[in-house]
């Protein structure tokens, strides 16, 4: 079965400055897609990102991008220019493309933005 | 456009009670799934659905059952419950077809065992 680590519970940054949140994952798998997840206060699940495994080029949205390292297993997402808007829960997650197409989460980790 | 629908928002319940939490989705997706979100454990996979009629496990699937009479609606039950599944319980819908691989998730339901 697949897992997904996130190691950081909570981070803080700086308005405006740049942070950088760490996702690892288990898988046999070589087809995939990996997701950022920003979920506000509100509890709704906003997609930030995603990724195509067999894509090797980096996915960008905006001020999102991430850093897919596929041999690593490892998805980190950069958060440049941070925003107060910006400060949520971030889940990582991983979605085979066989059988039922299950979403797997990490725990999450809390984003901070100090003004 | 709706999307995915959870009803109740809210719901305060007795151990011992049960209750039905509905899940409809417009848009014609072959697979639903029931989530829990419990603090620092992320969303957790409770029962799916592949297709109208059919139901699977999750991870965490005890104590709930689950029922897709219909293709847009996915029912998730608590028959008697207990302080250990007050949670946020989402669901969520996918195509088979579509590309992006997109999950699209209900707004969630706080439910609270007293």
């Known amino acids: 079965a697949q897992t997904v680590t996130q190691s950081q519970p909570e981070m803080s940054v700086q308005e405006a400055e740049t942070v950088t949140l760490s996702c690892t994952y288990d898988?046999?798998?070589?087809?995939?897609?990996l997701f950022w997840y920003k979920q506000p206060p509100s509890r709704q699940m906003i997609l930030v990102i995603r990724?195509?495994?067999?894509?090797?080029q980096n996915a960008t949205e905006n001020r999102f991008s991430v850093n897919f390292q596929k041999a690593a297993k490892s998805f980190s997402l950069k958060i440049s220019d941070s925003q107060l808007g910006d400060a949520a829960m971030y889940f990582c997650?991983?979605?085979?493309?066989?059988?039922?197409?299950?979403?797997?989460f990490g725990q999450g980790t809390r984003l901070t933005i100090n003004p | 456009n709706a999307g995915v629908t959870q009803t109740p928002k809210f719901r305060v319940l007795k151990t011992g009670q049960s209750m039905t939490l509905l899940c409809a989705q417009d848009?014609?997706?072959?697979?639903m799934y029931w989530y829990r979100q419990d603090p620092g454990m992320g969303l957790r996979l409770i029962h799916y659905?592949?297709?109208?009629?059919?139901?699977a496990k999750g991870e965490v699937p005890d104590g709930y059952n689950v029922s897709r009479l219909k293709k847009q609606n996915f029912l998730l039950g608590l028959e008697s419950a207990a302080p250990s599944q007050t949670s946020v319980y989402f669901c969520a819908s996918s195509s088979t077809v579509e590309t992006g691989n997109t999950i699209y998730f209900g707004e969630g339901s706080w439910l609270t065992v007293v």
């Open positions: 990724q195509e495994a067999y894509k090797q």
């Open positions: 898988t046999s798998e070589s087809d995939y897609y």
């Open positions: 997650a991983y979605r085979s493309v066989q059988g039922a197409q299950k979403l797997v």
């Open positions: 659905s592949v297709g109208e009629g059919t139901t």
């Open positions: 848009m014609n997706h072959e697979y």
